[in-house]
């Protein structure tokens, strides 16, 4: 059953609300073509409760300094024909259903709250111009008439469904509506608005105005400013009418509301004393109940409760962004530092504030937000100041830096660019441009964090590339099969030393050390064997080395052996240590297999020798003298003036 259907299945009924007779006659009257303003104010004046509300009404403040209005005919004349239907309708309502059968229902709640949305409304309208101040309060007044239809035309299951359980959201309302009635408020209020010949803007308007987010209206469009302009009219009224409690935690969706349509706090504020200033009037002269509102930065200043778990959703035409970012707020006027707090919140970040620039300068090096959003204008050091302040710190070299402000002048916006600002947010402004500049400075977040990363992995393939490359160089200059040097890193180290002992002026000593009988060992026990007396040859010749004696392996079974700052003689002494410890298989690793031995060679740089070659030579010449001498023995350079045999 579609929902026009559904509504005149209950017209049929003849139990939804409907104006009187009297009212009746003068909305039919107010349609006519030529109808004069003494027509209407004679049917007016058939109903004198009717006729002293619109007198009131045109008399209120909405309409400005003028002489005050007596008769009836000025009162229709200064409001308008068509406003005059649109309020008979509603004052007609607010007249026959003051009470009723629904015995859950609070009438006079839901009145009072009524008319504080119309004079809402009418206020808003004032200053934003989304619609004529006459029609947005009648409007307000009719924005929940379809609550009042299921409270009269279901009088005990509605009280059933009120008496449910704990007090539930709009949507919720809604869902079980629906599930009971097969209809809801907002069905019923658009369906009686439209059937009392409301514009259909209006209508529109009023059925989505509890949800106006979920509306998905072009923004900008009257659609749009009246239906926010209703919401933020009816959580008003709730906020009126609600007690002490319950009013603190709906004050961060009053400075949303207020903040889409572009009303600042000071202006919401002084909107609200104005607004409960005419509703008190208004509800002693409609015998609607009404009571002491305070001011609302009055109720800002109240222990702070916890805020709902359930944030807002976010506008139509924000996304929501991921990951979470963490926000530092840096705000002194506790209202927009409430709003921006709900707004992120409702965006899924985290959230930290702090009241001035001193303590967020503070915050921001303790928690390092990703982003940071500071008021300009603060006691002590100001936004422009805090960022000053902030970039000359390591941490905040990378924040994101947004500034809020009132100002738009070019000479100071260069000023806070030139400061360190990123970006700048000017005051009131909606959630929508709120979300947009967060999702810029998501942007650069996230082209720094890359770079960051770039760079860090850079470092780490320089670092793994430096360890790489050492280990390259130490195996382009290792012996494989034995761990020592290898001939390569043996010549460098010998070129090495050269230059050293020219300079110094110190002695210089090398050995060339061979296996004896390399090649029967081969070809008597297979290469395997031969690759195991290599091994243990190089272990016994490292192990009995000095710490300052290089051990490398030439190729083959030889051997080179570089001594600094020794002499022949001690040179001759190390060797035969070495051939000794050989000989008599003394190693770490176990005897040498195969009885083997080996032949050194000696020899000392002498003021002849112009290369280094030639010092490998004069060893060399000594290690074949050892060799003919028998084996397993050492010799001395055969050229060396000191030259002596050693068996």
Request: glycine fraction near 6%; aromatic fraction near 6%; charge should be neutral.
């Amino acid at each position: 059953m579609t929902a026009n259907s559904r509504f005149d299945e209950l017209k049929t009924s003849g139990k939804l609300p409907s104006p009187s007779g009297v009212a009746l006659a003068i909305i039919e009257l107010c349609r006519k073509d030529g109808v004069s303003i003494d027509e209407i104010a004679h049917a007016v004046r058939a109903d004198p409760a009717l006729s002293g509300r619109l007198i009131k009404f045109a008399n209120a403040a909405a309409h400005g300094p003028r002489r005050p209005v007596v008769a009836v005919p000025d009162a229709v004349r200064l409001v308008g024909i068509n406003t005059v239907r649109q309020l008979v309708l509603g004052f007609s309502l607010l007249g026959q259903y003051s009470s009723g059968p629904c015995k859950a229902f609070d009438y006079q709640r839901f009145w009072s709250k009524s008319l504080a949305t119309a004079i809402a409304a009418s206020g808003l309208c004032m200053r934003v111009r989304g619609a004529p101040p006459d029609e947005a309060f009648t409007c307000g007044v009719l924005s929940a008439v379809g609550t009042l239809a299921l409270a009269t035309i279901y009088p005990a299951e509605f009280a059933e469904l009120l008496n449910g359980g704990e007090r539930r959201s709009a949507a919720d309302l809604v869902r079980l509506e629906q599930e009971r009635f097969a209809t809801d408020h907002n069905e019923l209020t658009a369906a009686l608005l439209d059937d009392w010949h409301l514009p259909r803007l209006f209508v529109q308007s009023v059925f989505h105005h509890e949800a106006p987010d979920h509306a998905r209206l072009p923004e900008g469009s009257r659609e749009f400013i009246i239906c926010h302009l209703l919401h933020l009219s009816s959580l008003f009224a709730e906020f009126c009418v609600s007690r002490d409690d319950d009013r603190r935690p709906l004050i961060p969706d009053l400075f949303l509301a207020a903040a889409k349509i572009g009303l600042d706090q000071p202006a919401l504020s002084k909107l609200s004393d104005e607004v409960v200033l005419q509703w008190r009037d208004w509800g002693k002269i409609l015998e609607v109940k009404t009571q002491e509102v305070p001011n609302i930065d009055a109720a800002m200043q109240e222990k702070p409760e916890p805020m709902r778990s359930l944030p807002s959703p976010p506008a139509h035409g924000t996304k929501p962004m991921q990951p979470p970012l963490t926000i530092l707020v840096v705000e002194d006027e506790r209202a927009t530092l409430l709003l921006v707090e709900h707004l992120l919140k409702g965006l899924g970040h985290k959230v930290h504030t702090a009241p001035d620039g001193r303590a967020g300068l503070a915050l921001a090096i303790s928690v390092r937000p990703q982003i940071i959003i500071s008021d300009w204008i603060m006691p002590g050091l100001d936004g422009v100041s805090f960022c000053k302040a902030l970039r000359q710190t390591e941490e905040g070299q990378q924040m994101y830096f947004i500034i809020l402000s009132a100002l738009e002048q070019d000479d100071q916006l260069i000023e806070a660019f030139e400061s360190g600002v990123d970006d700048y947010l000017t005051k009131p402004f909606t959630p929508r441009v709120l979300a947009a500049r967060l999702r810029a400075g998501m942007r650069v977040i996230k082209l720094q964090e890359d770079a960051k990363r770039d760079s860090e992995n850079l470092r780490r393939f320089a670092a793994e590339l430096a360890v790489a490359n050492r280990r390259l160089q130490q195996a382009a200059l290792t012996d494989p099969l034995t761990g020592l040097p290898n001939r390569r890193y043996g010549m460098e180290r010998l070129e090495q030393e050269w230059a050293a002992t020219a300079r110094n002026q110190r002695a210089l000593s090398c050995m060339v050390v061979d296996v004896d009988q390399f090649k029967q060992i081969n070809d008597t026990f297979g290469h395997d064997s031969g690759d195991v007396v290599l091994r243990q040859v190089a272990a016994l010749l490292r192990k009995e080395a000095r710490a300052e004696d290089v051990v490398c392996r030439l190729g083959g079974e030889e051997f080179l052996i570089i001594s600094p700052d020794t002499p022949l003689p001690a040179a001759l002494n190390l060797a035969e240590r070495l051939r000794n410890a050989v000989a008599r298989g003394r190693g770490a690793n176990g005897a040498v297999s195969h009885n083997t031995t080996v032949s050194i060679g000696a020899a000392q740089r002498e003021p002849a020798m112009m290369r280094v070659d030639e010092l490998i030579k004069a060893a060399d010449n000594a290690l074949y003298e050892a060799k003919r001498a028998g084996r397993n023995r050492v010799a001395p350079d055969p050229a060396h003036p000191s030259r002596a045999g050693i068996a």
